[in-house]
C-alpha cells in the first residue's frame, strides 16, 4: 500500500537529518525502521505484561527498576540502594504513578537536603 501524507515540518528535519548523519540510507528507511522499533518496543511490552499477570510476584519493584536504571545510565545514585528504596517508599505516597526516573530525582533531592 503506498500512501502520501503531508508530514510535519520537525518530522522531515528529523528524518533529512537522520539520513544526512548516516543513520540511514534514506528518509523511507528512517520511518520503516521507527515504526518496526515503536511495534518491536509494543510486542516487547505486552509480552511482560502476560508475564507478569501469570507470575506477579516476578515483576520488579519500583526501588528495582530505578536501581537498574541508575546502574544503566552511569548515576552515582547507583551506589546507594538504601536511598533508592526509601525514595521509591517515599514518593508513591505523593505520586502514586512515579516512575523510576521520578524515583531518582527524588533520591537525589533526598540527598542533596541530607548535605545541606
Do not use: C
Not at 503506498?2 to 523511507?28: C, F, I, M, T, Y
Amino acid at each position: 500500500m503506498v500512501s502520501s501524507v503531508r508530514q510535519p515540518a520537525a518530522l522531515k528535519e528529523a528524518l533529512r537529518l537522520a539520513v544526512e548523519l548516516g543513520l540511514d540510507a534514506n528518509a523511507n528507511d528512517a520511518t520503516v525502521q521507527a515504526v518496526r522499533d515503536r511495534l518491536e518496543a509494543f510486542a516487547q511490552r505486552r509480552a511482560l505484561d502476560v508475564h507478569y499477570a501469570v507470575h506477579p510476584g516476578a515483576r520488579p519493584s519500583l526501588a528495582e527498576v530505578a536501581q537498574a536504571a541508575a546502574e544503566l545510565d552511569g548515576d552515582p545514585l547507583a551506589g546507594e540502594p538504601a536511598l533508592i528504596r526509601r525514595a521509591a517508599k517515599e514518593i508513591v505516597s505523593l505520586r502514586p504513578g512515579a516512575s523510576a526516573d521520578d524515583v531518582l530525582v527524588y533520591a537525589a533531592g533526598l540527598r542533596s537536603r541530607a548535605s545541606a
